[in-house]
């Protein structure tokens, strides 16, 4: 497996949300280049980066931190939030991004995905966020009726090669993540690479995703727990060899 550390977005900061609660946010930088840096420094091998801001608001507000970000990370970095249009998406990927991740409109606008998807192949990504098994849309401020298992098969089948699937309920608690839902979009969509999201924490979360043993179960997001000082990506990286 490969543990992608997380940089969040906020207010031109590097932050993290419990529960994707804007109301509850910790700032752990001022600088996100600078945290891009160190991270590569420690052994990251890619970088997940989220603009909240721009989820919340439906387009992206940090391009400019981004492009900073993914200079100074120097390998793949995978980028987030408000991308809604073809003009977000090209915007991102021209900055550098290895892969841009479609979420809200994944579930809203299916033809704008299925485009995406035409046009830049598998450097598309598609960001399942759930709560009980139910997609969350608008920065997880919407819980809708659509099973995420559902959604995943629906955006494999247009030949999306990622999924980031975040459970929010999990997410910023650093009580592991929800395996049995996990099992579950794995299995709905096996042609995807799928990267876990939401409570990984410890190297013993690695090592109960490795359990697992799906084969297409590619990566863990981990965030709260690396800022905390919980545990270092090299111990996880370490539990994901």
Known sequence: MIVLPAIDLK???????????AADMTVYSEDPALQ????????????????LDGAFDGLPRHLEEIKA???????????GGGLRTPEALTAVLDAGAARAIIGSAALEDPDFLSRAVELWGDRIAVGIDARGGMVQTRGWVTTTAVRAMDLAAAVAK???KTIIYTDTATDGMLGGPNLAQLAVICDAAPSCQI????????????????????????????????YDGKTTLREMNVAAL
Not at 36 to 51: K, N, S, Y
Not at 200 to 226: H, Q
């Open 69 to 79: 970000i993914i200079k100074a990370f120097g390998g793949p970095v995978e980028v």
């Open 11 to 21: 207010g031109g900061k590097c932050v993290r949300l419990r529960q994707g609660r």
């Open 158 to 160: 247009m030949g999306v």
């Open 195 to 226: 990267t876990a999201s939401g409570g990984v924490s410890s190297p013993y979360d690695i090592e109960n995703l490795k359990a697992l043993e799906r084969p297409n179960l590619r990566a863990a997001i981990c965030g709260k727990a690396l």
């Open 36 to 51: 891009a840096r160190d991270w590569r420094d420690q052994g990251g091998q890619e970088l997940h980066v989220v603009d």
